[in-house]
């Protein structure tokens, strides 16, 4: 994550768009800020489960 936001510097102040898992956008924020986009452009999708772990919902 660190050298796609160092390889996209130069375009930063426009929107940012992340989905993935909680702790690549926990991680992936506070860089994003660190190089100077601003909070409110910082859009993001955190992928999450449908269910609750050891939870079994087989359709029959």
Same mark, same amino acid.
């Given at each position: 994550?660190?050298?796609?936001?160092?390889?996209?510097?130069? *375009?930063?102040?426009?929107?940012?768009?992340?989905?993935?898992?909680?702790?690549?956008?926990?991680?992936? *924020?506070?860089?994003?800020?660190?190089?100077?986009?601003?909070?409110?452009?910082?859009?993001?999708?955190?992928?999450?489960?449908?269910?609750?772990?050891?939870?079994?919902?087989?359709?029959?």
């Amino acid at each position: 994550m660190t050298e796609a936001i160092a390889r996209w510097r130069a *375009v930063l102040e426009h929107d940012v768009y992340l989905c993935g898992l909680p702790p690549m956008i926990d991680a992936a *924020v506070p860089q994003l800020l660190a190089t100077g986009v601003r909070r409110r452009n910082i859009y993001f999708d955190a992928f999450t489960p449908a269910t609750s772990p050891g939870t079994n919902h087989d359709v029959a």
